[in-house]
């Protein structure tokens, strides 16, 4: 093998001499067995400069060079503005949260809570929390204004252990008009399946505030729904062992078979064997490694740093309620004539007072005044909109037509059924 790679370097040096490149070749071997092979390279020398060697590593039992420089390893990941992390394409099925809620109540309130006549569950929770404090409220009248019924929400984080804290959102259920200054009492949260898994109290944290008089009132955002930062501790965890699977499933959050079979690709590409295939749109099978088998934590963290370019259909969305109108990059249109007129009646009253002579029997009298116009948008004409036009030429040719964007829903709607329009229209 010795022999071998001796005569490779000789073979190499011959044939940089044949190209007029002067090349010093040292072997040394390495402590791991392998030959050391420096080769200066000929793009970095220069008149009168030693050459910069280049050092790449043959191991015996190989047939080819482990260096960058010589075009072996991994093909390099696509680079450009376009190209997206797969972190922030996917989700891994399984690592998810989970909804919480749970009923409590909010005291402390400035006389800004629920009225218990017009709220029976508010007396009905504030009775029964008494009589498990050992205070007997049956029967007597109780008008208190500093309490509130609420319903409290949380999100449980992927792998939260016992004892981390998350954050809680506060929402009034009665007739309470703030939950400024208010402090939520000790409120179990349960799952889906109605375990507790996390307890929640603390002051509530409101933004908006409410202030009126005898005769005015003023409203800033919402007064009667409020946040706790760390406001519960997690008592339950949720039991879910990544460590042992064999297989992992990646869910696409835009689902796409182009953008799949990339994600896919990439993943073959870095590990260097087919691991993974799309299974549908949204879903991409992958094999755990042998290699990655004890540690997935590695194997999901290099595949969340591959670079894909993520490819989308060519849609339109519209929302008529707001008149908002996006337009993705694909979006084409075929050779089509466009014209837009609206029929505009305008009418105008104008009473006039009529008086009468000085010392006639007559009266004063109210003559009335109409005017009429009609605008018809006469002048507009027919506008042609181009086949294969981009994006930018066709908001370009609809703008030159003078219309808004109420008017342009229409027009899209309308090339849209005249076949001209290669994109799918979603409305909102």
């Known amino acids: 093998m010795q022999r071998s790679l001796s005569i490779m370097v000789r073979n190499i040096a011959l044939a940089a001499a044949a190209a007029g490149a002067i090349l010093i070749v040292s072997q040394a071997r390495a402590a791991d067995g392998s030959l050391r092979v420096t080769i200066p390279s000929p793009a970095m020398m220069t008149p009168g400069s030693a050459p910069a060697p280049v050092m790449a590593a043959l191991p015996y039992g190989s047939s080819y060079w482990q260096a960058d420089e010589f075009g072996a390893g991994a093909q390099s990941e696509p680079t450009g503005p376009n190209t997206v992390r797969v972190k922030d394409l996917v989700d891994v099925e ?3 949260e989970n909804q919480l809620v749970g009923y409590g109540l909010v005291v402390g309130l400035n006389g800004t809570g629920d009225s218990l006549n017009a ?12 009589e498990r404090l050992g205070v007997n409220t049956r029967g007597a009248t109780l008008r208190t204004k500093n309490v509130a019924a609420v319903m409290v929400t949380a999100s449980l984080p992927p ?3 016992q004892g981390t804290r998350i954050d809680v959102t506060v929402s009034a259920m009665g007739d309470a008009t703030s939950l400024q200054g208010g402090t939520l009492l000790v409120t179990p949260l349960l799952g889906a399946d109605g375990e507790v898994y996390s307890v929640a109290q603390g002051p509530v944290a409101v933004i908006g505030f409410a202030a009126e008089g005898a005769a005015a009132k003023v409203v800033r955002g919402v007064p009667t729904a409020g946040r706790i930062s760390n406001g519960a501790i997690v008592e339950r965890e949720i039991d879910f062992a990544l460590g042992n699977v064999s297989m992992l499933r990646l869910s696409l959050r835009n689902p796409d078979l182009t953008t799949a079979r990339r994600i896919a690709a990439a993943i073959n590409n870095m590990m260097g064997a087919p691991t993974s295939e799309p299974v549908d749109p949204a879903t991409i099978q992958l094999r755990v490694p042998a290699n990655y088998t004890q540690n997935i934590v590695r194997l999901l963290t290099d595949i969340e740093q591959l670079r894909v370019q993520p490819d989308q259909p060519a849609k339109v969305v519209i929302d008529e309620r707001s008149g908002i109108i996006v337009m993705g990059r694909d979006v084409r249109v075929s050779t089509v004539a466009v014209a837009q007129g609206n029929l505009t009646v305008t009418i105008s009253e104008d009473p006039q007072v009529s008086q009468p002579a000085p010392f006639s029997d007559g009266s004063t009298v109210v003559v009335p005044r109409t005017s ?21 030429e ?3 040719g609809l703008n030159a037509l003078g219309i808004g964007p109420r008017d342009l829903i229409g027009i899209l709607q309308a090339i849209k059924a005249a076949g001209a329009l290669q994109a799918e229209i979603e409305v909102m």
Not at 119 to 130: D, G, K, N, Y
């Open 159 to 161: 792998f939260s252990t």
């Open 119 to 130: 709220s029976p569950f508010t007396r009905q929770s504030l009775i029964a929390m008494l």
């Open 372 to 392: 009429v116009s009609v605008q018809d948008d006469s002048h507009k004409q027919l506008a042609l909109v181009r086949e294969g036009v981009t994006l930018q």
């Open 94 to 96: 399984g690592v998810r």
């Open 394 to 396: 066709l908001v370009d």
